[in-house]
């Protein structure tokens, strides 16, 4: 059994910052890649930042330069920097992770934290 526990949501102002972390916990002997997805109301639920093992990243265009995706890998927790947040990041942002070992690989989600940016 995997789990994933995502914390760090909230509300914050335009042009304000938050850092959303997500542990992995469980039979858990590889995990790549990690990533963090976002789902806004109406919206369907899109891809935010990707980072492999090896530390390789990918970010929607919407957040380039805004959002850092960083794990710890002795820890299995991935962490979401987010600085100049704009109302349109407002969305329930999900922890994704693919578990490599022990087999069979599998795909697993978080329960979501709630990110609201307003003034």
């Known amino acids: 059994q995997v789990q994933l526990v995502e914390s760090g949501g909230g509300l914050v102002q335009p042009g304000g910052s938050l850092r959303l972390s997500c542990v992995a916990s469980g039979s858990i002997f590889r995990i790549n890649p990690m990533g963090w997805y976002r789902q806004a109301p109406g919206k369907q639920r899109e891809l935010v930042a990707r980072?492999?093992?090896?530390?390789?990243?990918n970010y929607a265009d919407s957040v380039k330069g805004r959002f850092t995706i960083a794990t710890d890998n002795a820890k299995n927790t991935v962490y979401l920097q987010m600085n100049s947040l704009k109302p349109e990041d407002t969305a329930i942002y999900y922890c994704?992770?693919?578990?490599?070992?022990?087999?069979?690989?599998?795909?697993?989600w978080g329960q979501g934290t709630q990110v609201t940016v307003s003034s």
């Open positions: 980072i492999t093992s090896a530390g390789s990243t």
């Open positions: 994704n992770a693919v578990v490599q070992l022990p087999p069979p690989p599998g795909l697993y």
